[in-house]
């Protein structure tokens, strides 16, 4: 087995070393009955290399991608181009294959990028602090939520009706278990939601998203005001990170807590995950946050380096009183985050948010030609909804049959709500081509 | 010991690398874009930004940048990297070819089911993996990293309570060695937990267990092999008496490399068992993840699953997003995250899983577990084992025959660094004194494994004599020991200008 250096000889040697016959001696702890005699039944026996490719390949086949189709599908995660710098330098060896910072003097590589992620993403969302990535943008958002609980000793979140209906039903999740309690609107398609009716004194946090999960932009100011009138935290969601190249970023808006999904920028679609969790708040709360934090110090002679910090929030340290369970993270995916947005730079980021933004506004343009299409939203970044007149999981599955991806039917995000049979959530990305809008006008136009 | 100074701060091949804030030529760019066509903006209510504060920097610049930030980290690539608890084995590159093949990686996770069919296909059959790796009824994909998967395992269980009905269940009982995250999964989820001490051989002590079991218990907590690297030979009897009191068995499956293909679960009475694919299943760490947690479930757990369930059946793949009575969800308990799990992380893991076959598994978790052995065997006269072996897939050493000397569990740490290795596992488990847990796992040559050996026989030996070097170490790293102190007290957490 090519993966294993150990030839017969060496465990003859080392099994006398220890002093015993065979290795199923070392085994004698476990019961006997519970010891398989041999390799387990059911499964096959090694292979290859080629045979493995064959048959990953052969899967692999079976999907259609993002790339062969015109293809016009958000809803949290967006298909951007990823410079392939990128992909080569996050398999270097020294990177992939390390483990989390313990022993910092070894590991000043993953902690310099950390650092320089977490000031990254503090300018992007216009926070004094961010953390060094959660899991995803919806655990990242219940992980908000419970900090805000912690702060503000309240246990009501109110949960705007236009969150990602995954990053609802994760916080929901964790509320049923952990015992606080959320308040939820239903889907607002037309972006129209009185959140501030909503908040109260046991209100511990409002969240909202913004683009929303049906393209919205929306200004948080008026909210955020609200929220602190009555002590409420506001946390805001950014599901499409490349919105915040052009729109004026939740810190400056009065957000308590940004988070959101860090996918689009250096991560592949890859079916839904790995994604990158990003997580900033203003440095008040810092004692509160979940999660690894780099922090900057100084080596015996002197020299600046960086260090996992503020460690007494963790699990390994603090257990059943930590802020968080989270030890593994999304190290790779925030390395690969960092280095793309490190390659487009101020001028780089900026102009591709404006890139997203003028594909969306030209398909707005094609799409809105048509008859029998109704678009619902007056502001968006790079996404929006646009009522078909008939079931939009049909149109889409029969778009699907003619090679194009068109969107994302409402009912695939909120399969128990009422009256959005019909809406579909389109995006555009610097990868649509003004070819691939006319396929999807020409193929809307003929089914409605 | 000071480090050698040079004009530029280089020093041969390890470079001196500032920040990228402060390699900024504003204006420069890595990217080249077309420029926006030109368009009436339609950003409704909000005003557009006044810039980011981003730097600026060509390609060549970026790809040097990294590639020195990659030449100040150690890896398993590099060399021999003992992490105890953490199972750095060899991360084969072939699974990162698997995991880039378009048909996984450029594929939405809300396209219509009928066209990721084959993605569907690559889930099932590793489900197919796991349960019958360790024998059990279900397994949950979605769960993002091992503590995730506590968590997820954990829901099942209060979930399962739930629906039986009779009085809450809150407490729960973990043994005093377990991992942070098992307490601080049950915390979250409004639990108590009791920690139980460990017997003189390192085990868990059955009749304390027994005696704090009762009906107002949910669960018990066992890593096993526990992390002093010791099967725990009582489980089946815990099993037996958590059951008896209707409580259920959530095992830490942070270990489970030492007993993959040759022991599975089900056979030792566990209920709940997550796996963390990114240690036993070989797929990177990547500095600290992704990760990937599925959890296992027995019988009685099995519908108390959370979604989305993949199903299999004359129509091909479906997957289950709510929960139904016909699809055998309606006592599901909803998502843990956003998504469908962690695709990229399961491609690596099947292509593992393949390319061992049940063969090359049987074997690799001997190995791990020889490996481990031979390591106890030759240090155990050197260093002090705590427990009898044999021990599992790491050998457990505590700070005992280092008394006197000045020197200490970090020092031995920190001279392991100029000597060219990964350091052990220090100071966890909790329960033994200056704790050293090494984990070779299967994939070290003995060539390897002797430079090991032969290199902490020689600092014990310098420890007699020679402390101060000890206490300077390290010299030869890209930096010597960091201030963490200094880094907590008045916390520095991004770049200021």
Redesign the interface.
Known sequence: ???????EA??R???A????AS?A???????E????P??????????G?L???R??????????????AP?F?G???Y?HHV?A?V?S??????????????????????L?????F???V???TGME??N??M?????ACAEAV?MANRTTKRSRAVLAGNL?P??R??T???A????FEIVTGAPTPGGKENLESRIDGATSCVVVQ?PDVFG????LTALAAACQAKGALLIAVVTEAVS??????PG?MGADIVVG?GQSLGI????????LGLFAAKEKY?RQMPG??????????G?R???L????R?????????T??????????A?AFS?H????????????A??N??????L??KLGDLKGLRIL?????NEFTIDVGRRANKV??KL?KRGI?AG?PAT??F??SDGLTDLLVVAAT?CTTDADMDALARGLGELL | M??ATTISGHQGLQMD?P???ELDS??????D?????????????????N???????S?PE??R???R??????????GF?P?GS?T?K???R?N?????????????????V??????L??ID?LAG?LK??TGMKAVALSP?????G??CG??AI?AAHEHRGGPARKRVLVPESA???N????????MT?EAIPATEDGRIDLPAFKAKLGFDVAAVMLTNPNTCG??E?E??ALADAVHEAGAFLYCDGANFNA?I????VA??GVDAMHI?L?KTF?T?????????GPVVFSEALAPFI?LPAIIHDDDGYRLI??QDDDDGTALA?????????????F?RA??Y????????????S??A???A??I???LKDTFNAPFE??C?HEALFDDKSLKGTGVSTLDI??AL?DEGF??MTVY?PLVVHGAMLIEPT?????R?IDQFIATMKGLAERAKTDAASFH?A?TL????????T???RK?????KK
Not at chain 2, 26 to 31: D, M, T
Not at chain 2, 69 to 78: P, T, V
Not at chain 2, 353 to 364: I, M, P, V
Request: glycine content about 10%.
């Open positions: 087995m090519r993966y294993l250096p150990l030839t060496d465990r040697e080392m099994l070393e220890i002093g015993v290795v001696e070392l085994y004698r702890d476990v019961p009955a519970a010891r398989l041999g390799p387990i039944a059911g499964l096959p026996a090694h292979m290399e045979e493995v490719e048959m990953l390949s052969a899967m692999a086949a079976k999907n259609v991608t993002a790339g062969s293809f599908l809803g949290g995660a298909r410079p710098t992909d330098l996050i398999q270097r060896g020294e990177f992939l294959t390390a483990y989390t910072p313990y022993q910092p003097e070894i590991a000043q590589g993953t310099q990028f950390l650092f320089e977490q000031s990254q503090a300018l992007l602090v961010a060094a990535s899991y995803d943008g919806a655990t419970m990602h995954h990053y039903d994760t929901a999740t964790l049923r278990f952990n015992g913004t919205h932009v929306h200004d915040l190249g052009l729109l004026t970023p400056a999904e592949p679609l890859s079916y839904g995950g790995p994604y810092i690894r934090l780099i922090g900057q110090t100084t080596d015996a002679d020299r380096g960086w260090v910090t503020l460690s007494t963790e699990q390994h340290i603090r257990r059943e009183k930590a968080s369970n989270i030890c593994t993270n999304s190290g790779l995916c390395l280095m947005l490190t390659l487009l730079g101020e001028a780089g980021f900026t102009t591709l404006r890139l933004h003028a594909k969306a506004v030209r707005a343009e939203n007056d502001g968006f970044f889409v599955n699907a991806l994302v695939r995000l399969p128990d610097e | 000071t480090s690398e920040l990228i804030f504003p204006g420069s760019s890595g990217v874009l077309p420029p926006p066509p030109k368009v009436k903006s339609r950003l409704g209510a909000v005003a557009a930004r810039g980011v504060g981003l730097p600026g920097l390609e970026v790809v940048h990294y590639t930030l990659s030449q100040k980290n150690y890896a398993i690539d590099s990297y992490l953490c750095m060899h991360n084969p072939l990162e070819k698997m995991a880039r093949l378009p048909g996984f990686a450029d594929v939405h996770p809300l396209q219509p009928s066209t990721v069919q084959g993605a296909e690559l059959t993996w019958t790796l993002a990293a091992g503590a995730h506590e968590m954990m829901m209060a991992h942070g995250t307490p601080a999964t049950a915390a979250a989820l409004g937990v010791l099967f030979r489980v089946k007993i293909g040759r022991v599975r056979d030792l963390n990114h070989s990177p760490h990547g500095g600290g993840g992704p990760g990937s959370p997003e709510t308990f909803g998502r843990m995250k956003a998504f469908h799990g962690q695709m990229g992380v491609v099947l292509a899983s393949l390319s061992h076959g049940a063969d090359g598994l049987y074997q690799a001997a190995d577990v020889l490996s052995n031979y106890l065997a030759k072996g044999p599992m740490a920190k660094i990964h350091p966890f299967e994939s070290e040559s003995k390897s300077a390290p790293a890209p930096r010597r020991r960091l201030d963490e200094a880094a907590a916390p520095i957490l991004k770049w």
